[in-house]
């Protein structure tokens, strides 16, 4: 990027100049009076501003391009209620290891600690979700403290950094340069611990990959996927990490994530070797930390992960690597196996397991059969189709029978937020407007975040919203029934008809009440060109692939009836 010319230039200005040299192409915000010289800096740029109808939907849209470039997705919010507004897209970075930096207006700095309006303790308030939080009281070092978060976000493992900014300060004049563009630093394997793995390997019998984290790109997914392939190895992905080694290789042996293929569980526990590429397996992964011994599991562990503090945290693993997906792939195209290895009809099962398990979704009560449409999506979206969605027991079916066949076609919170599919998928579209996005949401999970879409009407951008409809909150429903059977308190929901709602923004809408009409209202919501909801009405029983509510309610029903001859006797 050329410098500015060598006159004072405004802290907003130096704001932009810096996010400019850095390669920003888009903001997402809600503005607010407090950075008005920012807004202002950043008229006529190139940058794309996205004016977003809530800050969390600012922060989401972020994430998602966070998670597709590897680069900062950035969000600018206003103080107060703006900030805490914001602090879930925070917290959801935190969680899924995403860059992201929030930019949010503060009071003047005269006005500081006197309970100005809207003015709060940033670092106290973000200290325990961002990996940073600062203040920049000086313009001058505008430069200097961008560069600096860009580092901080994506070193290591990435994540939020949150800046704040005085109202004052951005219209002080300061001359000042930003900042060349920031890469990460990337951590290599070092030969001895390549060697190490490879012995390692020769030794075992029935090793298995966990793949999962962040930081991955497409060229170092293509170099591991040269490593699983010359070792022939059985892979299974982490919590909503599928997109990471396509459903259709044949190494692939499925999602450890909830409710995972009991088969694969089996195979894990079984396993002599375990490689951990890129993931932390926190607590859904590692199934509640009960898959592997704590802090020394029974089998050999490989760990490989970018940041120091995550190898050991939990799990003390035989082998510790620090290196970043790109550093490890590239250290492992000098492997390959010094002879035939035992376990290719291990890894041929765990793919036909894997196919058993996802090819078919069962039948449950109601004229939708939500998993058939999942399952008849496959065949209809393209492979480079971006798929987002929040959380909730309809995600199960979407993990499930979906399969992603390429980087970047999932878009989901680890961190089980719901109101994450929506400003995601929005997101996703304003980055790369050629590729299908569709959402999926819940009705409860749908309205969290729902004024987004007419973020999407406003610029035009013709995502597809799937909502599962069934009057409830569905996850919250199931546990209800398992622990409190026949007494329901606080999961009932009354919806709008969210057909009109996608019409009354200028969208497209559809209601769908049978399995036959979807993929023709799926045809023509992508023919209509615009922004489009498809309304799918489906039974409340029918609640995860696994039980319908009356199943689940009559189990725990017959449970507590055990329970109590037990405690009589």
């Known amino acids: 990027m050329t410098l500015p010319n060598a006159t004072p230039r405004t802290g907003g200005q130096l704001v932009v100049d810096c996010l400019l040299s850095q390669g920003v192409e888009h903001v997402f915000c809600v503005p607010g009076e407090s950075f008005l010289a920012v807004l202002d800096a950043l008229h006529g740029t190139p940058i794309a501003v996205t004016i977003c109808r809530q800050e969390g939907g600012a922060t989401m849209m972020a994430d998602a391009v966070g998670r597709l470039t590897g680069r900062p997705g950035i969000a600018m919010v206003t103080r107060g209620p703006g900030a805490t507004n914001a602090s879930p897209g925070i917290h959801i970075a935190e969680h899924d290891s995403v860059p992201l930096i929030l930019f949010v207006g503060q009071v003047a700095r005269d006005m500081k600690g006197r309970g100005a309006f809207q003015e709060m303790d940033f670092k106290a ?47 002080d004049m300061a001359l000042a340069f930003p900042a060349g563009r920031i890469e990460p630093v990337e951590t290599a394997t070092s030969a001895i611990q390549l060697a190490a793995l490879q012995e390692l390997l020769e030794d075992a019998r029935k090793p298995v990959l966990l793949l999962g984290g962040s930081g991955w790109t497409a060229d170092s997914l293509l170099r591991l996927r040269g490593f699983i392939e010359r070792f022939d190895l059985p892979v299974a992905t982490t919590f909503r990490r599928a997109m990471l080694l396509s459903g259709d290789h044949p190494n692939y042996g499925g999602e450890l994530g909830i409710g995972p293929n009991p088969k694969l569980r089996a195979r894990i526990e079984a396993a002599d070797l375990v490689l951990m590429f890129g993931t932390r397996m926190a607590e859904i992964p590692s199934q509640g930390y009960t898959l592997f011994d704590i802090p020394t599991p029974r089998q050999t562990i490989v760990h490989v992960h970018a940041d120091t503090a995550e190898l050991g945290r939990v799990y003390h693993p035989t082998l510790a690597i620090q290196a970043t997906p790109d550093g490890l792939s590239r250290g492992l195209e000098a492997l390959s196996p010094s002879r035939a290895v035992p376990w290719h009809a291990e890894t041929r099962q765990a793919h036909a397991d894997f196919l058993a398990w996802t090819d078919t979704a069962p039948k449950l009560p109601g004229s939708v059969q939500y998993g058939d449409i999942i399952v008849s999506l496959r065949d209809r979206l393209p492979a480079d189709a971006i798929v987002t969605n929040g959380a909730g027991n309809y995600t199960i079916w979407v993990q499930r029978f979906l399969r992603f066949r390429s980087f970047g076609s999932q878009l989901a919170p680890v961190s089980g937020s719901m109101g994450y599919g929506l400003p995601a998928a929005v997101g996703a579209k304003r980055l790369l407007p050629e590729r299908m996005v569709v959402c999926f949401a819940g009705d409860g999970c749908f309205l969290m975040n729902g004024q987004e879409f007419a973020t999407a009407v406003q610029y035009g951008l013709p995502i597809i919203v799937i909502i599962v409809d069934n009057g409830m ?55 209509s060109g615009l922004p489009a909801i498809i309304h799918l009405i489906v039974d409340p029983e029918a609640l995860t692939p696994g039980a319908s509510l009356t199943t689940i309610r009559e189990k725990a029903l017959r449970d507590q009836a055990d329970a109590a001859v037990g405690s009589a006797i």
């Open 125 to 171: 308030v973000f200290g325990t979700m961002a990996k940073w939080v600062v203040e920049i009281e000086d313009a001058a070092r505008v430069p200097e403290i961008i560069a600096r978060a860009f580092h901080v976000a994506m070193q290591g493992r990435p994540g939020p950094v949150v800046i704040s900014l005085p109202e004052d300060m951005l219209t």
């Open 473 to 527: 909150y569905g996850t919250i429903r199931m546990h209800q029934e398992r622990h409190y059977p026949g007494r329901v308190s606080g999961t009932q929901l009354r919806n709008p008809d969210f057909a009109a709602y996608a019409v009354a923004f200028g969208g497209h809408g559809e209601r769908v009440e049978s399995t036959d009409a979807f993929l023709p209202a799926f045809e023509r919501a992508v023919a």
